[in-house]
């Protein structure tokens, strides 16, 4: 039972253009969602994250949008750099600390 | 602080022999969780514990796998007999859970272990 989700494995993008990264989840006691960001043979890193009482939150390049009452979320990088170029994990976080990630999409941003 | 570590960094055993992969976590974190990463699950999660209880197994794929926390700076992932449908990359994170248990803070993760059983 797949409670996060990312339906595309892969998203391709252009150098100076926005990346749009997409996750869905299906369980609404979710109340924290987090990014991290994986390059080969390292350990994810955390990217940015947002509260469940908002929808939005901006960091530098990097904006999280959440949609609860369609149990969206996006990722938002503008502008794409080759050095954005990884895997992206978007992750559900429950009462009593339970994290949850879903598959994963590889950026690729060309130069 | 050195982050979260992991040990070892690659382990390669044949078929039904035991592996034990080890973990540090972060000094003052009170919450560790072990993730396996996998094409088809992403990074699928097996255990975790608060205050080095085991709060929620019920990730570990069998009864083949097994995890202990015996105390604050130390867990091990135990898979015994081990499978070749057990290679993949493990990750331990931990996190620092606040008083009522507020989420709001991320987890950090260690590099990994990738075990190969041939």
């Known amino acids: 039972d797949q409670q996060v989700k990312q339906n595309s494995p892969s998203l391709s993008v252009q150098e100076g253009r926005i990346s749009i990264l997409n996750c869905d989840y299906t369980?609404?006691?979710?109340?924290?969602f987090l990014w991290y960001k994986k390059y080969p043979a390292e350990g994810p890193t955390f990217l940015i994250s947002i509260s469940s009482i908002k929808d939005k939150n901006e960091d530098g390049r990097f904006t999280v949008f959440l949609n609860k009452s369609a149990k969206h979320l996006s990722l938002h990088i503008v502008p794409s750099q080759p050095g954005d170029s990884a895997v992206y994990f978007c992750?559900?976080?429950?009462?009593?600390?339970?994290?949850?990630f879903g598959q994963g999409t590889e950026l690729s941003v060309k130069p | 602080d050195a982050g979260v570590i992991q040990s070892p960094r690659h382990e390669v055993t044949e078929m039904g022999q035991e592996v034990t992969l080890r973990c540090k976590p972060i000094?003052?974190?009170?919450?560790l969780f072990w993730y396996r990463q996998t094409m088809m699950r992403g990074l699928e999660l097996l255990i975790y514990?608060?205050?080095?209880?085991?709060?929620?197994d019920s990730g570990m794929p069998e009864d083949r796998f097994s995890a202990k926390m015996p105390n604050a700076s130390f867990s091990t992932l135990k898979i015994q007999p081990s499978e070749p449908r057990d290679s993949a990359v493990y990750f331990c994170?931990?996190?620092?859970?606040?008083?009522?248990?507020?989420?709001?803070?991320?987890?950090?993760f260690g590099q990994g272990t990738r075990l190969t059983v041939v």
């Open positions: 994170a931990s996190r620092h859970l606040m008083g009522g248990w507020i989420l709001n803070t991320e987890a950090f």
């Open positions: 514990f608060n205050n080095n209880v085991p709060i929620d």
């Open positions: 992750a559900a976080s429950l009462q009593g600390g339970k994290l949850i």
């Open positions: 369980n609404s006691m979710f109340d924290y």
């Open positions: 000094s003052g974190h009170n919450s």
